[in-house]
């Protein structure tokens, strides 16, 4: 597969995709069928956070070419995605949630897009997976009062999102990045568990100088909610401890 730089002809292969998982062998596996089906050759890294279900042996089952990383415990996604970098070794790093599905042209659309040396991360065009039609996330946006937002999320999908275009920050529900940016700025922290560990690693990475974009042609599908319920008083810890961190860490 070759750009017309020939861009995607330098790094085929030298990209690797990160799935962290926990509890949901099912949906990991119709995520890593998708990644089967990418146009752009890479790795698999699926990250496996102490699962009881059968997960790290299912995968091992259908898809013996992707690497598992076994965790002792939860680490939550930010915990997962750090112990995958200090193993990626690959040039450019993609993450994809577990209860996601790309398009085959999700990594080729992004990969073009990170052509631009300035560009950092190339966040994906979420659409939700119970309603095509309508955006789930279409990179993050910083408001004032210090919280971050899925760039629009519940419009209906078209022109508005047809477009490339610059933003704040990346959804790790599927992004592709530079793993020398990712790494110099100090990576994932492993600290916020969840929620926020993306908006505060792009918040570091702006910075440092570099630029995030979003690519319309970069899709993929997402089950929103279903491997977190944004009513638990877990979320609603998580999500308010960790905006105060990241405002103390990066404002």
């Not at 998982?21 to 995520?31: I, K, P, Y």
């Not at 200090?86 to 996601?100: C, G, I, K």
């Not at 704040?168 to 992004?175: E, M, Y």
């Not at 974009?213 to 609603?236: C, I, Q, W």
Request: hydrophobic content about 45%; some cysteine; aromatic content about 8%.
């Amino acid at each position: 597969m070759t750009g017309h730089d020939g861009t995607l002809a330098r790094v085929e292969g030298d990209v690797t995709v990160v799935v962290v998982t926990w509890e949901q062998r099912d949906l990991v596996l119709a995520c890593l069928q998708s990644l089967a089906r990418q146009t752009v050759t890479h790795r698999v890294l699926v990250v496996d956070n102490a699962s009881t279900d059968g997960t790290a042996e299912l995968v091992a089952q259908h898809f013996p070419h992707a690497r598992i990383l076994r965790q002792r415990s939860n680490l939550g996604f930010a915990g997962g995605v750090s112990a995958a970098m200090d193993v990626v070794d690959t040039r450019f790093v993609a993450l994809l949630n577990n209860d996601a599905q790309a398009d085959p042209r999700w990594l080729e659309a992004s990969l073009l897009a990170l052509g631009q040396p300035s560009v950092v991360a190339v966040t994906a065009r979420l659409l939700l997976a119970e309603d095509t039609a309508t955006i789930n996330n279409a990179g993050v946006v910083l408001l004032t009062s210090g919280y971050c937002a899925d760039r629009g999320l519940g419009s209906p999908d078209g022109e508005r999102f047809a477009h490339p275009a610059e933003v704040f920050g990346f959804s790790g529900g599927a992004v592709v990045m530079r793993t020398l940016g990712v790494k110099a700025a100090g990576g994932f922290d492993a600290g916020y568990f969840m929620y926020y560990e993306d908006t505060d690693l792009s918040w570091r990475l702006r910075l440092a100088g570099w630029r995030i974009v979003y690519a319309p042609d970069a899709v993929v599908h997402h089950l929103h909610g279903a491997s977190s319920d944004s009513r638990s008083e877990m979320f609603a810890f998580h999500n308010e401890r960790n905006r105060l961190l990241m405002l103390l860490a990066d404002a």
